[in-house]
């Protein structure tokens, strides 16, 4: 099969998790032992900024110690031979630090710091402590940016445009369960072919969908010998 001309990767959870990036929510629904209402809603954070602060500290601070795994890295090598565009569910910058130019955080990024001002703007965090004295240039505080449960996803509308625009969608370690993100996948036009690349995916989106049983970095190894064959990392 040829070469796609206009890529676009939909990540999840599992395309970090070779790189020791934990999927937070485990089989008992708790993220590293705090339930979802303590730690990814607005509600959260205006009871407890201190425990929500802490929570992504920690999570800050274990992605520094974390590198690209050779699924990042293949997805990088890729950028020279076609068009991609990458949208992921993931808030570390694990894309980027394996040479990804093309990334759009559905979920904000844990790298960055957001002002709680009106204009709500972002600054890349130096250091993996935020504080509670931490201000933005105009004197607010500042909040992790991750858009949390209950708040809506600002690059949802984009991220539908370049899906509809693809002539073929590459779906890597993600359930397709978790809403409204899963829904991406199903806003490919008929035609396109979809590559869901996972060992349990079960969601898979009607017509031309392929599953594809592997871990991010074998999968894509696979993936690429059929439609990159001359050009695998």
């Given at each position: 099969m040829n070469t796609p001309k206009n890529l676009v990767v939909l990540t999840g959870a599992g395309m970090s998790a070779e790189s020791g990036?934990?999927?937070?929510?485990?089989?008992?629904?708790l993220w590293e032992g705090h339930r979802i209402e303590e730690v990814a809603t607005p509600e959260a954070w205006d009871s407890n900024p201190s425990l929500v602060r802490d929570f992504y500290n920690q999570r800050r601070k274990h992605l520094m110690q974390c590198n690209p795994n050779k699924g990042h890295l293949i997805l990088a090598y890729w950028e020279q031979f076609t068009d991609m565009q990458i949208i992921?569910?993931?808030?570390d910058d694990l894309h980027e630090r394996a040479g990804s130019t093309n990334v759009v955080?559905?979920?904000?990024e844990l790298v960055n710091a957001r002002s709680t001002g009106p204009i709500a703007e972002k600054y890349a965090m130096r250091q993996w402590e935020m504080t509670a004295s931490d201000r933005c240039s105009k004197g607010f505080p500042v909040r992790p940016d991750i858009v949390w449960f209950g708040e809506d996803v600002p690059a949802m509308d984009a991220s539908i445009k370049l899906v509809q625009a693809a002539d073929c969608v590459l779906v890597i370690g993600t359930s397709l369960q978790v809403y409204p993100a899963a829904h991406l996948a199903f806003e490919a036009a008929e035609h396109v072919p979809i590559h869901v690349i996972d060992p349990e995916a079960k969601n898979l989106p009607a017509g031309n969908a392929t599953r594809w049983p592997f871990v991010a970095s074998e999968g894509l190894e696979a993936w690429g010998k059929v439609h990159f064959p001359k050009n695998r990392l």
């Open positions: 990036i934990p999927t937070f929510r485990g089989a008992d629904g992921t569910q993931n808030v955080h559905l979920h904000g």
